[in-house]
């Protein structure tokens, strides 16, 4: 069944309006709500349980019958593909057919074109604005930010951002909570990733290592994926928004410097001149901040984590993301002209 599945999910990619109505904001908000209430409650990760229990009745069953490799080939390729199928239809039932809903710029009526200036103006508000922030959670402009709440506080207080979000965007509204810290945090490190949702039990799951600072931004994005938006530079928006409405100040210093950061780097690619005139006028505990994060990474780099990268590459490529990860930073698209129009409301 498994090409006619691909060839169904590909025929109803044509049509964002209809998943948009009749899965995104219909069959996917009953099952994602009853999974959350199932498993949200439960202090560790439920799905990371499951998949050590997966790989450990998959390796018995290589053990058990690894003769038939040899001796009847056909045998074990069609429990391969048949297993396959399983997963592929699961994953598209229980969240992955959000791939295909309305991009969420369509929804807010929002363009996804700018100019270089139009970028450079809405990048030097973003750092001033985090420089303010940066002075309210820091010692001083000099040193790197100070977060004290613990992870799980900071998990506590992310639905309080969603809620306020929801005021100004109601399709945006998040509902029973199910986040934790992944039981897989040094696997996911290796790989390079700070968190993903597990598609079959809906939970979202935030890799404990990372740097705390960046903690609550990540929180809020896995929670995007939650609520329905499985394209990341979307989830990426969403989490900014997210953490921007939270009264937290670790949210906003979050979502802040993470918007900052994403504009700096299309800037670099544009103008590096630019660049570094605008570096400088960002406090130089942002850049500690931001340098703690790249020495974070850059301490776990390891060959895995190039093939994970081209594996999720190729993922994100057939699920309606022409760009692959280079999709992430379309994000800064959607954060210019949102910040655009917010300033011509005002």
Request: with cysteine.
């Amino acid at each position: 069944s498994l090409p006619i599945q691909i060839v169904i999910i590909k025929t109803l990619a044509r049509f964002p309006d209809f998943i948009e109505e009749y899965y995104s904001n219909g069959l996917y908000l009953f099952i994602s709500k009853i999974s959350r209430y199932l498993l949200g409650w439960v202090p560790f990760s439920v799905g990371d349980f499951c998949y050590v229990i997966l790989i450990l009745i998959t390796l018995k069953y290589l053990i058990q019958n690894w003769r038939l490799i040899y001796k009847k080939p056909k045998t074990i390729i069609t429990t391969c593909f048949a297993f396959i199928s399983v997963i592929y239809f699961l994953i598209n039932l229980l969240w992955g057919m959000n791939y295909y809903r309305k991009p969420i710029n369509k929804t807010l009526n929002i363009n996804t074109d700018y100019t270089t200036n139009e970028l450079n103006e809405i990048t030097e508000k973003l750092i001033k604005k985090a420089n303010e922030i940066h002075i309210k959670i820091a010692k001083n402009d000099t040193t790197k930010a100070i977060i004290t709440k613990s992870r799980e506080e900071l998990f506590n207080q992310t639905t309080v951002g969603y809620h306020l979000l929801e005021k100004k965007h109601s399709f945006l509204n998040y509902e029973v909570k199910s986040i934790k810290k992944s039981l897989w945090s040094l696997p996911l490190t290796y790989m390079g990733y700070s968190g993903y949702l597990n598609p079959f039990t809906n939970e979202a799951q935030v890799n404990s290592k990372i740097p705390k600072y960046y903690f609550p931004f990540v929180s809020c994005h896995e929670q995007g994926h939650q609520i329905g938006y499985a394209v990341e530079n979307e989830t990426n928006f969403i989490g900014y928004l997210a953490c921007l409405e939270n009264p937290d100040i670790n949210f906003q210093y979050a979502g802040t410097t993470f918007a900052v950061r994403y504009c700096l780097n299309e800037i670099y690619r544009r103008d590096k001149n630019k660049y570094n005139y605008l570096l400088k006028k960002l406090n130089i505990g942002i850049r500690k901040d931001f340098q703690e994060s790249n020495n974070f990474w850059n301490n776990y780099q390891n060959p895995i984590e190039i093939v994970f990268k081209k594996l999720y590459d190729l993922f994100l490529k057939s699920n309606n993301q022409k760009k692959g990860i280079k999709s992430y930073s379309y994000v800064v698209a959607l954060i210019v002209n949102y910040e655009l129009n917010n300033s011509k409301m005002n």
